[in-house]
């Protein structure tokens, strides 16, 4: 099955520094790539995905970039401040097979931003 | 418009005994997903209901399992509990298959 790694687990930045995580996936029928925030006591609530047929997509301070012939996609944060303190989570989807619904999450990444 | 909502928002239960933990989607959705967070550790992929059908489950034993009704709420069961069990469940929905998933709060099951 699919396996996602993510790096690293813990990650402490000062403000107005970037921030990078990043994620590996195993299948390659993997298409659908979405990026989780989850703050303390509060539900993961999604800050930005991206498809496979589509190499880097910009949300603000927020990006994510995905390399398909080596299998990892990043998230990269810019100009952090303390509010991005949360955990971050990777997860890799594959859409429209038998292995439709099945979504393979890393095990998160701690973001501290330092005021 | 309301979110997910998930019930109850804590569960306390002995070893050996069953679960029921109840879901509902947003309004309009028909995909439900189900996750099992350990403390600390990442989400794991339980179950995944469509409209009222059972779509793909995630590396779990047959002791969880789950439906989904015809007013696309869900409910998972875990029996025969073990302490292991023990951790947050979250629901989630969608509008189609992956889109944007809108996770609920969680149930807190825990297991003595």
């Known amino acids: 099955g699919e396996n996602v790694e993510q790096h690293p687990s813990t990650l402490s930045v000062q403000e107005g520094d970037s921030a990078v995580i990043k994620c590996t996936y195993s299948?390659?029928?993997?298409?659908?790539f979405p990026w989780y925030k989850q703050e303390l006591g509060k539900r993961p609530q999604l800050i930005i995905d991206?498809?496979?047929?589509?190499g880097e997509k910009k949300d603000q301070r927020i990006a994510v970039t995905l390399n398909k012939t080596a299998k990892h996609f990043s998230l990269h944060i810019t100009e952090t401040q303390p509010e991005d303190s949360a955990v971050y989570f990777c997860a890799a989807s594959i859409v429209f097979n038998t292995n439709a619904g099945k979504s393979t999450f890393g095990d998160g990444t701690t973001l501290t931003v330092k005021p | 418009e309301a979110g997910v909502t998930q019930s109850p928002t804590h569960l306390i239960k002995t070893r050996g005994q069953q679960a029921t933990l109840r879901c509902s989607p947003i309004?309009?959705?028909?995909?439900v997903y189900w996750y099992q967070q350990a403390l600390g550790l990442g989400l794991q992929f339980l179950l995944w209901?469509?409209?009222?059908?059972?779509?793909n489950r995630g590396n779990f034993p047959p002791r969880f399992s789950g439906r989904q009704f015809p007013n696309y709420s869900s409910e998972l069961n875990v029996n025969a509990l073990e302490l292991e069990d023990s951790a947050l469940y979250l629901c989630?929905?969608?509008?189609?298959?992956?889109?944007?998933?809108?996770f609920g709060p969680g149930t807190r099951l825990t297991v003595l």
């Open positions: 989630a929905s969608s509008l189609a298959t992956f889109l944007e998933q809108f």
């Open positions: 991206i498809r496979s047929n589509v």
């Open positions: 209901y469509d409209e009222g059908e059972e779509r």
């Open positions: 299948d390659s029928a993997s298409n659908y």
């Open positions: 309004s309009g959705h028909t995909s």
